[in-house]
């Protein structure tokens, strides 16, 4: 069973839908990062979180530490959304991270 | 500032040649590592580096060497290269190594033949 596990692997949503994408966890863990990976294939960090939720302009992320859960939500979603959403954990003092398969997001016009 | 370069982007061998990856980062970041992304499975580390003269393996080390003599370059070299090195390969650094933020290179895409 792998460490870090997204739901859904693919997700299509019209424009202006909510959109929510799940991680779950199963290891201790000093932080947790949300990575947007955009079609030509670079990465780009949108969140770290240890505790709480996060916002940042339609894009809000949260962590549950006892239920080993984060959600990535984006409201009023937007075609230049679409891109793959990775989740990845930070255990131990070192920061090496371990990722999950990712979520494929397309939203429609 | 020009954050991460990741050099070159693209990049053919044949099995058995040897190269270097260039990462460099110009944010006076401590952390760097290398990771590679393969169809179906998350990134995955390969080296990292906690600061000059200090690197470290993680997760899927074999037939790749680094070298960090300068906090700004952490290099990836491949010894000799086979086809299952075939993989998209990212740089990326941090301030520190715990719990910072991470900047990543743009990717190399690697055919091994």
């Known amino acids: 069973k792998n460490e870090v596990e997204q739901s859904p692997q693919n997700l299509t949503a019209q424009e202006g839908e909510f959109i929510t994408i799940n991680c779950s966890y199963s290891?201790?863990?000093?932080?947790l990062h949300w990575l947007q990976q955009h079609p030509g294939g670079g990465i780009v960090s949108l969140f770290m979180?240890?505790?709480g939720k996060k916002k940042h302009g339609r894009l809000i992320a949260t962590i549950n530490i006892q239920e080993k859960h984060s959600s990535l939500h984006i409201t009023a979603s937007h075609p230049r959304d679409s891109a793959v959403y990775i989740c990845?954990?930070?255990?131990?003092?070192?920061?090496?991270?371990?990722f999950g398969k990712g979520t494929k997001l397309s939203v429609k016009p | 500032n020009a954050g991460v370069t990741q050099t070159p982007k693209f990049q053919v061998l044949k099995t058995g040649q040897s190269m270097t990856l260039q990462c460099a980062q110009d944010?006076?970041?401590?952390?760097m590592s290398w990771y590679r992304q393969d169809p179906g499975m998350g990134l995955r580390l390969i080296h990292y580096?906690?600061?000059?003269?200090?690197?470290d393996q993680g997760e899927v080390p074999n037939g790749y060497n680094v070298s960090r003599s300068t906090t700004e370059d952490f290099p990836l070299r491949l010894l000799s290269a086979a086809p299952s090195q075939t993989s998209v390969y990212f740089c990326?650094?941090?301030?520190?190594?715990?719990?910072?933020?991470?900047?990543f290179g743009s990717g190399t895409q690697l055919s091994v033949l």
């Open positions: 944010m006076n970041h401590e952390y």
């Open positions: 290891v201790g863990i000093s932080a």
């Open positions: 990326a650094s941090s301030y520190e190594a715990t719990n910072e933020k991470l900047f």
């Open positions: 580096s906690v600061g000059a003269g200090i690197t």
């Open positions: 990845a954990v930070s255990k131990g003092s070192q920061g090496n991270l371990i």
């Open positions: 979180l240890s505790s």
